[in-house]
Structures are given as structure tokens and as C-alpha cells.
């Protein structure tokens, strides 16, 4: 016949096993729950490093072309980069120029883990006697406002591991009166 103590070996065995698999199960949710949080993490980074190649493209391009916003400088012929108001040549490192119509103009960036590609539309040239700028148009003596030049930037960019950021922005330069063709 058994003794007492001798039975409890074998439930000591199961209670060990049974704590054992609990512990194995937690184990496995945890290295899941951090495999999950690792991904999340990635992808943050790569838009984050998206919209860090945006921002500096659209920077960048603002930089190198404000003194080339003016009336039909987007009509430009874009096969003779020569003939281009924005972005001459020669061509600063990492930026090729081209054009998809008429009307377009697209700067492509070669940055950190992307490419982004800035593409310039113009919007409107027009003059500028808004309400509260303190331009005045006079009928006497012809426009005294300058003019305003508008257009419309968007960058795009891709990166090499996470997915596409588009941002618009816009863009104006101040005219001499009358460059609009308006008066």
C-alpha cells in the first residue's frame, strides 16, 4: 500500500506541467505582441520619413525657384532644359527636370530612402487689390497694385519601404504691376 506523501508526487507533476503551459502560452502573446509593435513601429518611421523627403522637396524646390515664379514660366518647353525658367542648367545634384504637358512641371528629388517628385502647376496671375493688403487699384492712373503669380505644388513620395505621401502646397510671388497682362 501507498503512503500519503508518495500520491503527491504525481499531482505535483501535473500542477508543474499545467503552470509550465500557462507560462509557455503568456510567453508566446508576449514575443507576438512585440513582433506587432515592431511593425507598427516600422511603419511609422518609413511615413514619418516620407513626409520628412516631402517637406524637404517641396522646400528645396521653393528655395532654388521663388525668383522664377512668373507668368508662363510653366509653358516653357520642357525636351530643352536651357529653355526651362525653373531649375536651369545645369541641374543641382539629385534633381532631374521634366514635364508631362503644357501646363506641368515636375522636379524629381533623389533623397534619403526615396525618391520624391514635385510637380508645379500654374494657377492664376492676377492683380493683387485684395481686401486688407493695402494695394489700391486706381482708375486714373492705371493699376498701382502689383500683381500676384499663384501656383500649385504637389510632391509625392515613395518610399523604399513604406508607402506613398502626397502633399499640395501652394505657392505666390509678387509682380511688378501690370506683368500679368491685365491692365
Partial sequence: MLSPGQRQHG?????????????TLLVVAAIKIGILELKIGGVSYGAAQNFANVDLALSRFMNDNSKN?????LLADRTNPALSCFYPVPLPAGVSVSGSSATHFVASYALYAGQVDVQAQEVSCMTNAARG???NVSSTAGHSAPDLYTADMSA????????LTIVRQGGTRLLAPCSCGNC
Fill in 11 to 23: 499531482i505535483a507533476l501535473v500542477v508543474g506541467l499545467v503552470m509550465l503551459t500557462v507560462l
Fill in 156 to 163: 509625392r513620395a515613395q518610399g523604399n519601404f513604406s508607402g
Fill in 69 to 73: 515664379f512668373q507668368i508662363g514660366c
Fill in 133 to 135: 493688403t493695402g494695394n
